[in-house]
């Protein structure tokens, strides 16, 4: 059983700092049943392999194994697939071999932990309980370039078809912590089975390992249900916990944006700046269906509903409270049905693929972007840009060069306390350049509120336009 993780992040031999194992040694392990060694099998300043190897011991496994062995099943006890592809087994080894780099620490390179780097992780073959389908499913949604090479039941007999075994390849910038606890949670949810018995403590084991991702990914009660062993108690705790523990924090994030946000920029009105600019974006592009991405408490839709030209409206947000808030602001519930047809509220993420995104003539992001995490901006372009793919995309975002304007805003200091990062007009429009080049769009840009002559506008806008 064997995985390799690669990156080609310079220099890319500090990988073996965050995983703790020098890439001039061949290390070994014992584990309860049976081996792991790590090696590197290339290790250059432009390129790092590490190798984790397995080595399973059937014959141990069948000694330690408690109570009786289960009528007729003998010969499948020491004749399995066990020794030869992904599984619990593989998930256990890496908590075990890669403890520190799984809970994100490194010692030597702090900074790089914490750091989206490029990444591509191999296993060779890997069981999947519903085929490509499945394994797309899960790790695409988390930002994911997969590629599946299936395999035949024998080569020699086609006619057999193909097995339920697969080598696959995940490539994606991101920490190296955040691909280590998406393969140890997916690899035994892949194989739909468990080596060990499930009890309690797997509940804090899922949680301690997904509580950042997996709250929010599409398939997260397959996972869950999988993961626990198909146990119903057990993944009913778990999608409550991850309910509860999930809804404070982007409700508690939204509340705050709204009210920093619109206390520091209420001098100049940005907010109806920022309104205006995009619906007339909208118009001159002649779009009719429109989907609002983070549409928060639902100002701009209110804005566009007020509009008869826009026929379709779609709005989606992570955040329970402020769809709620939209809701109030639209008065769906008063609307008559004839009308409510025209609006639609969805809860969901921006950096997760999904199908209720697709199909419409222009999608809107005003003040999102900024919020999401940097190493989630690649899940976030995939999914508007390749997996929605509308046919016009307008973005908004602060101008981090015009802070200085700000009274109330101490120098360095981002316009709220949510904001993961602010670009200069540089950065912006680099960013939007390589989205653009990547997935066949053009990009151009336009200032938002009252331009600095020096300093440019306080919001910059970003509209995209697919290519024909």
Not at 316 to 328: F, G, K, N, T, W
Not at 407 to 415: D, I, Q, S, T, V
Request: hydrophobic residues 35%.
């Amino acid at each position: 059983m064997l995985l390799t993780i690669t990156t080609t992040h310079s220099p890319a031999t500090d990988l073996g700092y965050l995983l703790y194992k020098n890439p001039s040694e061949v290390q070994s392990f014992e584990l309860s049943f049976g081996m792991a060694h790590v090696f590197y099998p290339v290790a250059t300043e432009e390129r790092c392999t590490v190798a984790l190897l397995l080595e399973i011991d059937p014959i141990g496994l069948v000694r330690n194994r408690r109570g009786p062995p289960g009528e007729g099943r003998q010969l499948e006890q020491y004749v399995n697939d066990r020794p030869y592809v992904a599984s619990s087994f593989l998930s256990v080894a890496v908590n075990d071999v890669f403890r520190s780099a799984l809970s994100g620490k490194s010692r030597e390179r702090p900074e790089l932990a914490d750091t989206a780097i490029p990444l591509e992780a191999n296993l060779p073959c890997v069981p999947c309980r519903g085929g490509e389908d499945v394994l797309r499913r899960l790790f695409e949604p988390l930002g994911y370039v997969v590629k599946i090479e299936s395999h035949m039941l024998n080569a020699k007999f086609p006619e057999w078809g193909k097995s339920r075994y697969f080598s696959i390849s995940l490539t994606a910038n991101c920490r190296l912590s955040e691909l280590l606890s998406h393969l140890y949670v997916l690899i035994p949810v892949l194989d739909d089975d468990k080596h060990y018995w499930v009890g309690d403590d797997e509940i804090e084991k899922l949680l301690r390992h997904a509580k950042t991702w997996l709250s929010s990914h599409p398939e997260k009660e397959l996972i869950t249900n999988r993961y626990l062993k198909h146990s119903q108690r057990l993944t009913r705790q778990a999608l409550h916990r991850l309910s509860d523990e999930d809804a404070d924090d982007p409700d508690a994030a939204e509340e705050l944006h709204s009210v920093e946000e619109a206390n520091l920029e209420e001098r100049i009105s940005l907010n109806e700046q920022r309104i205006g600019s995009v619906i007339g974006v909208l118009k001159n592009a002649n779009a009719k269906r429109i989907i609002d991405l983070g549409c928060g408490e639902g100002k701009l839709l209110k804005a566009l509903w007020d509009n008869k030209e826009f026929t379709e409206l779609v709005g989606i947000d992570v955040s329970h409270r402020s769809l709620e808030m939209a809701a109030h602001r639209l008065r769906i519930d008063k609307l008559p049905d004839r009308l409510k047809e025209r609006v639609k509220l969805l809860h969901g993420s921006l950096t997760y693929k999904d199908e209720r995104m697709s199909g419409f003539d222009a999608a809107t992001c005003i003040e999102v972007v900024e919020h999401l995490d940097p190493p989630r901006l690649s899940a976030f372009e995939r999914v508007i840009f390749e997996f929605a793919r509308p046919g016009l995309v307008v973005i908004t975002t602060p101008n981090s060069e015009y802070n200085c304007k700000f009274e109330k805003l101490p120098a360095g200091e981002f316009r709220h306390k949510d904001h993961r990062f602010e670009w200069t007009r540089a950065e912006f429009q680099s960013w939007c350049n390589s989205v653009a080049k990547r997935f066949g769009y053009s990009a151009r840009f336009l200032p938002v509120g009252d331009e600095d002559i020096a300093l440019g506008p306080p919001t910059q806008m970003g509209v995209f336009s697919l290519c024909k």
